[in-house]
């Protein structure tokens, strides 16, 4: 990996055996923490029209029509950050994701 993630970027990320590689949204990122982590939320074409959930708009690096769903909220470590998507995401799609953990986690 040539440069650490960044808050409201998205990055192809390898999850190991639990999950499959995919699209993730970095929603936070410090090397000043403790662990060498990151929180994102997963890409998925899955949607279930739950306040938890954010509809993408299409881009051409994304094949199918995606979502972000803040359930999928995690800790990934640096080390499993395969590539940076070749687009980014307008700061409206950030702040939808932002709002819909804030959703989930009642805060």
Do not use: C, H
């Not at 997963?42 to 199918?64: A, C, D, H, K």
């Amino acid at each position: 990996m040539n440069t650490l993630p960044q808050s409201g970027e998205v990055w192809f990320v390898d999850l190991g055996f639990v999950g499959k590689p995919r699209y993730a949204l970095v929603l936070a990122a410090r090397t000043d923490a403790r662990l060498a982590l990151a929180s994102v939320v997963l890409i998925t074409t899955q949607f279930e029209g739950t306040p938890y959930e954010v509809t993408l708009p299409r881009v051409p690096w994304l094949r199918e029509q995606s979502y972000l769903n803040a359930q999928s909220l995690q800790p990934v470590k640096f080390t499993e950050f395969v590539r940076k998507a070749p687009g980014k995401f307008d700061a409206g799609v950030v702040d939808g994701a932002q709002a819909a953990v804030k959703r989930w986690l009642k805060i």
